[in-house]
């Protein structure tokens, strides 16, 4: 059986009261592909479908999977 979805996280304070505080939602989306709720590649599709193309642009570039990362175009500019 499926655990429940947590979407609050409580935790006591200093004065013994009980706070609660909103999971982050990244942290959750990965714990739904984790737990197998989700595949990967479904988690993958739904986000990019998401995002904006800029989004997307930027999000592989900060990771270095744009193009000018790539040696190959880099050799192209340069003929």
Do not use: H, I, W
Not at 13 to 34: H, I, Y
């Amino acid at each position: 059986m499926a655990q429940p979805v947590l979407l609050y996280k409580s935790k006591l304070n200093n004065r013994g009261q009980t706070m609660f505080r909103k999971q982050n939602s990244r942290d959750r989306a990965l714990e739904m592909v984790e737990e197998g709720l989700v595949s990967a590649e479904a988690m993958l599709t739904m986000a990019l479908k998401y995002m904006s193309t800029d989004d997307v642009e930027d999000m592989l570039d900060c990771n270095e999977l744009s193009e000018r990362f790539d040696a190959t175009y880099e050799e192209s500019l340069d003929a």
